[in-house]
């Protein structure tokens, strides 16, 4: 009984093809949370396919009704004794539209399919292959242990991620007391570059700005009209541009960050940004002056165009739109005054004679943090370390949003996310994959955190 057969017996669960059998089987639910025709589909995923896995490891199941009836929870408890370090895990078992037909070669969204590295399918990033790699560490650690895990252990799934997690506070709210434990750890996210070990600490928020420009019903004829009638489009991009600049830089001091700490500048010394060939290269001369790349995507805010419309664009008539409209997202880090962030750019507006443009917010995320000193940061650093030789990169937070702050700020855990899929994978997009190197080694990973959590007492962290 040791950790390096942990680690081999998960290996072997992968080469076998094992993994890929029971990650195609999952991929081929629809779990389409944004299809109001899914919902049997997100209750199948887990009662027949993960309750069956939870079982088969001793856990304690049972399903938790959303309150406001979107999409159901699964709850798994696995009790072995109280003075054992507790461990809480989370997963996502929704995907986003699987976007049928636009896939490379005619591939099939809902099958888990291999061609070189890559293993395509929609929630093979996105989080089923996650919380895949996470359940398959799990059962070598309890097989290797002669059926075993040596902590107590929680695992939450839910099926609305991907539309905001609706529910998950409230839920959670409601189960603060089953839901107690000394660490919170799970997987999402990319890393920060395949070949690097990754482990980020929160994440940004996410906030999204509604601009409307409503002047006039219809449109008219810019020959008969031109010069006498105020465009939408020009007043709406012309607003826009009074919040962020050509370069992505922000211009309103309401959507900035406080300074960035010498901890967190000092934590992001070494992390370099390298796209893959495959990967969009960087920018030149965007985003804020004087930051590295890290510190703009991890300890900065971002204010981004997400869509604008006006007029008809496929079939544009010789006319001035009636109206305009942007969707925009500002992710923002920790610190921000997020609720002053609307008001600000109505008072903004209003005042560079832009008060025909009216602001809204209707979704959001927090942003949330661990903090950097936790002991627990340092002992999944060794164990990564001890499994791969490599350093992992350490994160304040990564670029993206979930709903991190629940765990952090609701029930006050300590959290630790230990991503299994990186930048390039297309996560929200046709051509969504995971790589086969970066699971192989990732089930190394969790199976070596797993181990050490059972050869760690309680009171020592």
Not at 78 to 99: A, I, W
Not at 162 to 170: C, H, K, M
């Amino acid at each position: 009984m040791s950790r390096n057969e942990a680690i081999s017996r998960v290996g072997r669960h992968f080469h076998g093809g094992d993994f890929m059998v029971e990650l195609d089987r999952r991929v081929a639910y629809r779990t389409e949370s944004q299809n109001p025709r899914g919902a049997d589909d997100l209750r199948a995923y887990l009662e027949g396919e993960l309750q069956p896995a939870f079982s088969e490891l001793g856990f304690s199941t049972r399903l938790i009704e959303s309150p406001t009836g979107k999409s159901p929870f699964l709850l798994a408890e696995y009790r072995e004794n109280p003075s054992l370090p507790t461990v809480l895990m989370y997963g996502h078992g929704d995907v986003v539209d699987g976007m049928e037909g636009e896939w490379r070669g005619g591939l099939d969204p809902w099958r888990a399919t291999r061609v070189d590295d890559r293993v395509y399918g929609r929630g093979t990033a996105d989080n089923k292959g996650q919380h895949s790699i996470n359940l398959s560490a799990l059962r070598a650690v309890h097989q290797v242990r002669g059926g075993r895990l040596g902590f107590n252990a929680k695992f939450i799934v839910e099926m609305g991620e991907e539309i905001g997690s609706p529910d998950l506070r409230q839920v959670c709210e409601s189960l603060r007391e089953e839901l107690a434990a000394d660490l919170f750890l799970a997987s999402d996210g990319p890393r920060l570059a395949a070949d690097r070990p990754t482990i980020f600490l929160g994440c940004r928020g996410g906030l999204r700005l509604h601009l409307d420009v409503d002047l006039r019903d219809g449109s008219h004829h810019s020959g008969n009209w031109g010069g006498l009638l105020a465009n939408p489009a020009t007043i709406l991009s012309s607003a826009i541009a009074s919040l962020v600049d050509g370069q992505g830089r922000l211009l309103l001091d309401e959507l900035k960050p406080p300074r960035i700490s010498n901890q967190i500048c000092s934590m992001l010394a070494g992390v370099e940004i390298t796209p893959l060939p495959d990967e969009p290269a960087l920018s030149p001369d965007w985003g804020e002056e004087g930051l590295t790349a890290a510190e703009r995507l991890y300890a900065w805010n971002t204010l981004e165009v997400l869509a604008m419309s006006a007029g008809n664009i496929k079939s544009p008539a010789n006319a001035i739109p009636g109206a305009a409209q942007a969707v925009l997202q500002l992710r923002y880090v920790l610190g921000t005054e997020i609720g002053k962030v609307v008001p600000a750019i109505q008072r903004h507006f209003d005042r560079r004679g832009f008060s025909m443009v009216q602001v809204s917010a209707r979704q959001s995320f927090a942003a949330s943090q661990t903090d950097l000193d936790n002991p627990w940061i340092d002992w999944a650093v060794n164990s990564i370390k001890k499994t791969t030789g490599k350093q992992a990169a350490v994160l304040p937070n990564f670029g993206g949003s979930l709903p991190n702050d629940v765990f952090s700020d609701v029930l006050g855990l300590p959290t630790i996310w230990v991503p299994h899929s990186y930048p390039g994978c297309s996560q929200h997009a046709p051509d969504e994959h995971i790589l086969l190197t970066v699971t192989e080694e990732a089930l190394g990973i969790m199976a070596g955190l797993f181990w050490d959590l059972g050869e760690t007492p309680r009171a020592t962290l």
